[in-house]
């Protein structure tokens, strides 16, 4: 289901390059299409998390060039994404496992949700439109890709219905491969494809046998290899293809590799708090936590003094804390959780989080009274969570370490 998290849109003829090998390239380098000159901000105020810029840009694009399908995915990208990070849905560390299908969010706005569908209709009427002319139509087939790969996204992580996810990412897997036998330089086709592949081939034996029955297959090897191709084009889906290669190579354990692409994209996309927090995972998950520390620690003062404006960074002070209680600096642990109350209005997720991890460290610090707060306030930010259920548990009986 990793596959939902791609998006693409441009067209690249160029050499594959070397697995391994992390391409530079900044969205001020890369081809966008339609060829609008405010597409290249727009790109830039997507991928430093800046949505509503992002939006108000690929509308005015999309104002310009009515009927291309382009323009629509651009936008219908970027509302979709905003609504995503809005609900706490693009946490990476989500996504390195298997967590992120049972794990519920808060619910998508009604009148978000009814414009992602009427973006995806608006695209796929043009993309019918012209493949029902030629069906041989590699834009038209490209775009039909991307359009389904969103859909994916928004029904498997937003409407929780996984069939119909799958559905629409096989449907965007055949569009691209299809792509890439009528166009085999066209690397953009490589993100989905190899996503696609690389999770086909990540299946349990048993599963596996049962997709080859209506003739789906993958290889992680291929799929790695397409996503490097693709992070190493010009094209729109660079940037893209770095990100679900990061996932991808966190979920192989190959993290030196992984490092590599997260620090090629921080200093391209200075604002994106994300991907300055992967790199502090990567290196906790690496076994070298006094630098992730130290990357947590530098990502919450850069937020402090307003480096990342409307952004939840409020996430490094939990991961700090979350990385001093592995190695049992309780008083070390309790005060990172208790920063992220100190921001102005912190995500109610991370706070919950927050506020039962100082009060179970409390507890471990024999410090009662302190910790029935914390639950308190865990249960007075939303009591219909499951925070809020383990926190009534320890106001009877105090946290203790298993």
């Given at each position: 289901?990793?596959?939902?998290l791609?998006?693409?849109?441009?067209?690249?003829?160029?050499?594959?390059?070397?697995?391994?090998?992390?391409a530079?390239?900044?969205?001020?380098?890369?081809?966008?299409?339609?060829?609008d000159?405010?597409n290249?901000?727009?790109?830039?105020?997507?991928?430093?998390?800046?949505?509503?810029?992002?939006?108000?840009?690929?509308?005015?694009?999309?104002?310009?060039?009515?009927?291309?399908?382009?323009?629509?995915?651009?936008?219908?990208?970027?509302?979709?994404?905003?609504?995503?990070?809005?609900?706490?849905a693009l946490?990476?560390?989500?996504y390195a496992?298997?967590s992120?299908?049972?794990?519920?969010?808060?619910?998508?706005?009604?009148?978000?949700?009814?414009?992602?569908?009427?973006?995806?209709?608006?695209?796929?009427?043009?993309?019918?439109?012209?493949?029902?002319?030629n069906?041989?139509?590699?834009?038209?087939?490209?775009a039909?890709?991307?359009?389904?790969?969103?859909?994916a996204?928004?029904?498997?992580?937003?409407?929780?219905?996984?069939?119909?996810?799958?559905?629409?990412?096989?449907?965007a897997?055949?569009?691209?491969?299809?792509?890439?036998?009528?166009?085999?330089?066209?690397?953009?086709?490589?993100?989905?494809?190899?996503?696609?592949?690389?999770?086909?081939?990540?299946?349990?034996?048993?599963v596996?046998?049962?997709?080859?029955?209506?003739?789906?297959?993958?290889?992680?090897?291929r799929?790695?290899?397409?996503?490097?191709?693709?992070?190493?084009?010009t094209?729109?889906?660079?940037?893209?293809?770095?990100?679900?290669?990061?996932?991808?190579?966190?979920?192989?354990?190959?993290y030196?590799?992984a490092?590599?692409?997260?620090?090629?994209?921080?200093?391209?996309?200075?604002?994106?708090?994300?991907m300055?927090?992967?790199?502090?995972?990567?290196?906790?998950?690496q076994?070298?936590?006094?630098?992730?520390?130290?990357?947590?620690?530098?990502?919450?003062?850069?937020?402090?003094?307003?480096?990342?404006?409307?952004?939840?960074?409020?996430?490094?002070?939990?991961?700090l804390?979350?990385?001093?209680?592995?190695?049992?600096?309780?008083?070390?642990?309790?005060?990172?959780?208790?920063?992220?109350?100190?921001?102005?209005?912190?995500?109610?997720?991370?706070?919950?989080k927050?506020?039962?991890?100082?009060?179970?460290?409390?507890?471990?610090?024999q410090?009662?009274?302190?910790?029935v707060?914390?639950?308190?306030?865990?249960?007075?930010?939303?009591a219909?969570?499951?925070p809020?259920?383990?926190?009534?548990?320890?106001?009877?009986?105090?946290?203790?370490?298993?």
């Amino acid at each position: 289901m990793l596959l939902c998290l791609s998006l693409g849109t441009g067209v690249f003829a160029g050499e594959p390059p070397q697995a391994g090998e992390a391409a530079g390239h900044g969205s001020g380098q890369l081809t966008f299409r339609p060829a609008d000159p405010l597409n290249p901000s727009a790109f830039d105020h997507f991928y430093n998390l800046d949505y509503d810029r992002a939006v108000q840009e690929f509308q005015q694009v999309l104002d310009r060039h009515p009927d291309d399908p382009y323009a629509i995915n651009h936008l219908l990208t970027a509302v979709l994404f905003r609504e995503l990070y809005r609900m706490g849905a693009l946490d990476t560390g989500d996504y390195a496992n298997d967590s992120f299908i049972g794990k519920a969010h808060r619910p998508a706005d009604s009148k978000v949700k009814q414009q992602i569908k009427d973006l995806v209709e608006q695209a796929e009427k043009l993309e019918e439109k012209r493949l029902g002319a030629n069906p041989n139509d590699v834009d038209a087939l490209y775009a039909r890709g991307v359009t389904r790969a969103q859909f994916a996204t928004y029904t498997a992580l937003i409407e929780r219905a996984w069939f119909s996810a799958l559905h629409n990412a096989v449907g965007a897997r055949r569009d691209h491969e299809r792509v890439l036998e009528l166009a085999p330089a066209n690397t953009d086709a490589k993100l989905i494809v190899g996503a696609h592949n690389y999770v086909m081939g990540s299946l349990p034996w048993g599963v596996k046998m049962a997709v080859a029955l209506v003739r789906l297959g993958g290889s992680k090897e291929r799929g790695i290899q397409y996503l490097y191709d693709s992070a190493n084009g010009t094209g729109e889906t660079s940037v893209d293809a770095k990100i679900v290669l990061m996932l991808f190579l966190r979920r192989e354990q190959r993290y030196a590799e992984a490092l590599t692409i997260t620090r090629s994209l921080i200093p391209q996309y200075p604002r994106n708090v994300l991907m300055a927090l992967e790199e502090g995972n990567l290196l906790r998950a690496q076994g070298r936590s006094p630098e992730a520390a130290a990357a947590y620690r530098k990502i919450w003062q850069a937020g402090r003094e307003g480096h990342y404006p409307g952004l939840h960074y409020e996430m490094a002070a939990l991961s700090l804390g979350d990385l001093l209680r592995s190695q049992k600096d309780y008083p070390g642990a309790a005060a990172a959780y208790e920063q992220v109350s100190e921001v102005e209005h912190p995500d109610p997720e991370l706070l919950q989080k927050a506020n039962l991890g100082a009060g179970e460290m409390y507890d471990l610090l024999q410090k009662r009274d302190l910790a029935v707060k914390k639950y308190q306030a865990v249960v007075a930010t939303n009591a219909d969570t499951p925070p809020a259920d383990t926190a009534r548990k320890l106001m009877k009986d105090a946290y203790r370490e298993e």
